[in-house]
């Protein structure tokens, strides 16, 4: 196995010439080869992906956008296709929300989810990379998985005190 040899911090800033440039091009470049056009909806989203750090819910995406030229079908038809292209995660809160992360330029990895307040922490440690590696090797084509962290942060258990803490359904994320 190869070491990560970028830093495993999990607030590790992002560094090298503007991310959000290159993402967005790398965006454009993947939508282009897959033949899709690049429409305004497409790009829109991309955008607001790329607004959020972390992990977002349609709804907010939706709400982002503003309903410029755009419904909601139209999101979620465009986040299923940009899933079949490999640029956006699918994650899923402890409540089962469904939340979409850019992946284009980030490093994969996974979160760890406050279950009182929502909040979303990214996790570079990501181990399950070999194991889809693996079966990758094995033969195995557009190998996914679900991986999901939960947990109440330190913040809340300060807050409340640990022993008080009960699990409440997060308020959708800004
Ligand atoms: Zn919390």
Redesign the pocket.
């Known amino acids: 196995m190869i070491a990560a040899t970028q830093s495993n911090h999990p607030l590790a800033a992002v560094s090298g010439d503007s991310p959000v440039v290159s993402a967005l091009n790398e965006a454009r470049t993947r939508i282009r080869q897959a033949r899709l056009r690049i429409t305004k909806p497409r790009i829109a989203i991309i955008e607001s992906l790329q607004r959020h750090e972390g992990p977002i819910s349609i709804g907010r995406i939706y709400q982002q956008m503003g309903a410029k030229n755009c419904n909601l079908v139209t999101v979620y038809r465009c986040l299923s296709a940009f899933e079949r292209l490999d640029m956006v995660r699918r994650s899923y809160q402890h409540n089962g929300t469904c939340l979409y992360e850019l992946t284009l330029g980030a490093q994969r990895h996974n979160h760890i989810v406050?279950k009182?307040?929502?909040?979303t922490e990214r996790v570079d440690y990501y181990p399950v990379g070999s194991v889809e590696r693996m079966l990758t090797d094995r033969g195995y084509a557009q190998v996914s998985h679900v991986v999901e962290f939960f947990g109440?942060?330190p913040?809340?258990q300060q807050t409340a005190g640990s022993s008080r803490v009960a699990p409440a359904i997060p308020p959708e994320r800004r």
């Open positions: 406050c009182s307040c929502g909040a109440i942060c913040k809340c």
